[in-house]
């Protein structure tokens, strides 16, 4: 297994329902990054972790929590979800948490809320 | 972050040189410039990095010109897979918000 895996690649999930996106590098990075992507707008920013301490947190909904348990690991749990949150969430991890240090991103779980 | 601006679109065809130019005219002293490549449905990509001058690695050139105002990513010889968006970032170590914007959506046809 190399670079940055993601678990689930595709979900469907009710506005009711609690489900856990989970995210993994084998890169031994220091950093790692939650992403939204909604259809035709630029990636944003939700939840920045550098040495498993929540650096930023973009305003996000609190219907988004995110979790790091070690620096390879990053979970995005998710509850009473709006059709709205429908997206594309992407992981990255860099070494470092500087704009010079390279993302590295997983393919994504495409998510859909009914 | 400084803020970029780059065109929405370019076509081109097989075989051809793409050139995108990123503006950036209010870069900082210690800002990088950096470059990405999106395919629909997945991740963005790193392609290059570079201060000043030019740049070259196995996929793209940059070049960048003495005053960093701008900056052009340059794909020689592209093909239908090179049919993606193209970020321009710019940023320096502290930075650690990637801000991606609409990015050049670049289509090559056969």
């Known amino acids: 297994e190399t670079g940055v895996t993601q678990t689930p690649r595709h979900l469907v999930m009710g506005m009711t329902n609690k489900k856990s996106l989970k995210c993994e590098q084998h890169?031994?990075?220091?950093?790692m990054y939650w992403y939204k992507q909604s259809a035709k707008k630029p990636l944003e920013l939700m939840f920045v972790?550098?040495?498993?301490?929540?650096?930023e947190n973009n305003s996000v909904p609190s219907r988004f929590s995110p979790e790091c348990p070690n620096s390879s690991h990053l979970f995005l749990h998710l509850h009473t979800l709006q059709p709205e949150d429908s997206a594309l969430y992407l992981c990255?991890?860099?070494?470092?948490?500087?704009?010079?240090?390279?993302?590295?991103f997983g393919p994504g779980t495409r998510l859909t809320v009914l | 972050l400084a803020k970029t601006t780059q065109p929405i679109s370019m076509d081109s065809y097989e075989g051809q040189e793409v050139n995108i130019t990123c503006s950036h005219n209010n870069i900082a002293t210690n800002d990088y410039i950096t470059w990405y490549q999106q395919f629909p449905s997945q991740g963005p990509r790193f392609i290059i990095q570079?201060?000043?001058t030019k740049v070259t690695n196995e996929v793209a050139s940059l070049f960048i010109p003495a005053d960093r105002k701008s900056s052009t990513l340059s794909l020689p010889r592209v093909s239908l897979s090179d049919t993606a968006v193209y970020y321009c970032?710019?940023?320096?170590?502290?930075?650690?918000?990637?801000?991606f914007g609409a990015g050049t959506t670049v289509t090559v046809r056969a």
């Open positions: 890169l031994g990075h220091n950093a």
């Open positions: 970032l710019v940023g320096d170590r502290g930075d650690y918000k990637l801000s």
């Open positions: 570079g201060y000043k």
């Open positions: 990255a991890s860099s070494q470092a948490s500087g704009v010079t240090d390279t993302q590295y």
């Open positions: 972790y550098s040495l498993e301490e929540r650096v």
